[in-house]
Nanobody, 125 residues
Framework: QVQLVESGGGLVQTGGSLRLTCAASGRTFSGFTMGWFRQAPGKEREFVATISPSGVHPYYAAAVKDRFTISKDNAKNTVYLQMNSLRPDDTAVYYC??????????????????WGQGTPVTVVS
């Protein structure tokens, strides 16, 4: 059974940085696309970033491009989200996602079978 466990959320001031970590466990993760979604209070879950199974090809939502960086360590079955220049509208619960597919251009939450429990990020001004 695949498990995704996130860590690294917290409270930060506007302009600050946080790094989220998501560790996958439970089976061999060849061909496993991973990514991040977020859900702010009262809003729908939205795509943040995804990365190819190889870890070579990232893709970002427009709202976070040039501020966030997704990366993957295949030896550790772990994906990271480095978040810089944080703003109050980045406040949300951040979810790690995964799917066994080589097509990492998946922006719809229904495309992912595996979800972490979520880690909250709060950005205050």
């Amino acid at each position: 059974q695949v498990q995704l466990v996130e860590s690294g959320g917290g409270l930060v001031q506007t302009g600050g940085s946080l790094r989220l970590t998501c560790a996958a466990s439970g089976r061999t993760f060849s061909g496993f696309t991973m990514g991040w979604f977020r859900q702010a209070p009262g809003k729908e879950r939205e795509f943040v970033a995804t990365i190819s199974p190889s870890g070579v090809h990232p893709y970002y939502a427009a709202a976070v491009k040039d501020r966030f960086t997704i990366s993957k360590d295949n030896a550790k079955n772990t994906v990271y989200l480095q978040m810089n220049s944080l703003r109050p509208d980045d406040t949300a619960v951040y979810y790690c996602v995964g799917q066994f597919t080589d097509n990492w251009y998946k922006l719809n939450p229904q495309s992912y079978d595996y979800w972490g429990q979520g880690t909250p990020v709060t950005v205050v001004s």
